[in-house]
């Protein structure tokens, strides 16, 4: 097959045009394009009155029109081969794994990297455990519904916690900026279709599938990984892990090596390769593992608010007369500002047609997130608007710090909020101009249990409400309406990705503990779904290596 690239036609094309279009840039009859399948599909609205979709299409030609094509294609830079995408396992077990000299291996934690990781050893013969502390994904849907509805939180059972992991409760998104030369998104990909997503993700530019289809999916997968001889361990959090020195240790560059957990029903797992797919929000676990010894240090993370519009005013500003095309569906945006004082704002995690939820972990704080269903048919759009921050310049006293400073802001917006698990809330226009809120005006927020109007500007540092103030009128330029006076900010949003980094080597084990692999976004390598889900395939793929001895494949 021939991998054809940019075929953009108008928004509302025939059917036929796309096979002419094929034809066209490829300068064949008609009768030399046996078939065609679409690989991707995206679309270009620069200019509203113009929005074009681009196609990426593989195209089967007769043999003699491949090979003239092929003879020419370096004049045709939109036109290669087609790239193989079928995933390649690096190792098999053989049928008995695991052996009297075996363990098998653990995976520490179920969401998107420890679910991939768990369903990529089952396929290659590991039988692996899943220890996860939270519940099963329907009682924790249950259990979170419980804290939005009545207050009630379940520190082990929320947003952050339980089979899923964070994403189950967010867009759904399902693309990534990773480099991916293997093409290990589209197995994961191929994956959440077996088991149950729309194939259309397969497709879309930029997919996404929404909390109910994510349920669903987390139970089928879940159901494959027993089903391969996997094991999956609910309610059951890591109260240490078990290192022993190596016998090289008196080298200046030994490791030593993991050999277990303790959970918390009291027994001991032993293992030799266990994964660390915790998720950011596990913080008790981060200090559990350097109170043990394994090395950890503060990275940058983002703080700040989310913001929120009628998804109509997002839609105008994006696709013009074309809002609400069915193609174009709900829009959404992407922004970023370079303050004068050096610092940056950006939009994270945007949400259209969707809803603002509390999503803390641990009483007596407030955490903002965000979260579409699959039709993305809710009044408004939300998104965090974030300020970055380092460890050196803000937070420089210990690898934890920059968890004592997310404490310290959620503490502060559940004071802010009523201490009810309420979340401080400000009309955008009096944001600007430094006053606070008492009355709602045509913007309606979504967040519940519910918000308390106040002023914002006391619940982050002074330098990030500065540089917010200045990046949202900045945004307005790019998206009209978006500093309309009456859209809502709620607070805070300080989630946006672990604020530490457990380092690990191009092995993929920690820096300092053999056997341990750190994994996904709570160990600082991955920002989403699809990459913490591809981050879960390679640190299986390096234990599955390790654990039967195999040769290392080229990457």
Not at 1 to 21: F, G, I, N, W, Y
Not at 301 to 330: C, K, M, N
Request: proline residues 5%.
């Amino acid at each position: 097959m021939l991998r054809v690239s940019e075929v953009k036609l108008p928004l509302d094309h025939t059917e036929a045009q796309l096979p002419e279009a094929i034809i066209n840039i490829l300068g064949i009859n008609a009768e030399q394009l046996v078939d065609f399948s679409i690989f991707k599909r995206s679309y270009d609205a620069r200019k509203k009155g113009q929005i074009l979709l681009i196609y990426q299409v593989d195209a089967v030609l007769t043999e003699g029109a491949e090979a003239t094509v092929l003879a020419i294609s370096p004049s045709l830079p939109r036109v290669s081969p087609s790239p193989d995408t079928n995933y390649k396992f690096v190792a098999q077990a053989c049928a008995n794994f695991p052996a009297a000299n075996q363990q098998r291996p653990i995976i520490i934690g179920f969401g998107p990297c420890g679910i991939l990781a768990a369903l990529v050893l089952a396929q290659m013969g590991l039988k692996p455990i899943v220890v996860e502390r939270g519940q099963e994904v329907r009682q924790r849907t249950q259990d979170t519904w419980g804290f939005w509805r009545k207050r009630k939180l379940n520190a082990e059972s929320n947003v952050q916690f339980g089979e899923g992991g964070a994403g189950t409760f967010s867009d759904g998104k399902l693309w990534s900026q990773v480099k991916d030369r293997r093409h290990l998104g589209r197995k994961v990909l191929n994956e959440f279709v077996i088991a149950g997503a729309p194939e259309e993700i397969l497709t879309e530019s930029r997919p996404h599938i929404g909390t109910f289809k994510l349920v669903s999916m987390v139970e089928n997968m879940r159901a494959e990984i027993i089903r391969l001889g996997g094991e999956i361990r609910f309610d059951q959090k890591v109260e240490a892990v078990h290192r022993e020195n190596n016998s090289d240790d008196n080298q200046a560059n030994s490791r030593a090596q993991i050999t277990g957990i303790t959970l918390t029903s009291g027994e001991i797992l032993h293992s030799r390769h266990i994964i660390l797919a915790i998720g950011h929000s596990a913080r008790d676990s981060f200090q559990m593992l350097l109170d043990h010894g394994v090395y950890i240090e503060a990275k940058p993370f983002s703080i700040g608010y989310r913001i929120e519009h009628p998804q109509s005013t997002i839609d105008r500003a994006r696709f013009g007369a074309q809002a609400g095309h069915p193609i174009l569906g709900a829009a959404e945006y992407k922004l970023v500002h370079h303050c004068k004082s050096g610092r940056s704002v950006y939009s994270f995690c945007m949400c259209p047609g969707g809803t603002v939820v509390a999503a803390t972990s641990e009483e007596g704080r407030v955490v903002t997130n965000g979260m579409s269903e699959y039709s993305r048919n809710e009044r408004n759009a939300n998104a965090a608007i974030v300020v970055g921050i380092d460890p050196a310049q803000d937070f420089p006293e210990h690898p934890l710090a920059g968890i004592d400073l997310q404490r310290e802001l959620e503490s502060l917006a559940y004071e802010l909020g009523g201490r009810n698990y309420n979340a401080p809330a400000q009309l955008v226009g009096d944001f600007l101009k430094g006053r606070p809120s008492t009355a709602l005006g045509e913007v309606m927020p979504s967040y519940k249990p519910g918000i308390t109007l106040g002023d914002l500007s006391k619940a982050l540092p002074e330098f990030a409400v500065t540089a917010i103030r200045e990046a949202i009128p900045e945004f307005d330029r790019q998206i009209k309406g978006y500093a309309m006076a009456d859209a809502i900010l709620t607070g805070v949003e300080t989630r946006t990705s672990a604020p530490v980094c457990i380092k690990r080597d191009r092995d993929y084990q920690s820096v300092n503990t053999t056997g341990l692999y750190p994994a996904g976004e709570g160990a600082g390598y991955a920002g989403g779904i699809l990459s913490a889900a591809i981050d879960g395939i390679k640190v299986a793929e390096a234990l599955a290596l390790d654990i039967l001895k195999a040769p290392r494949a080229e990457s």
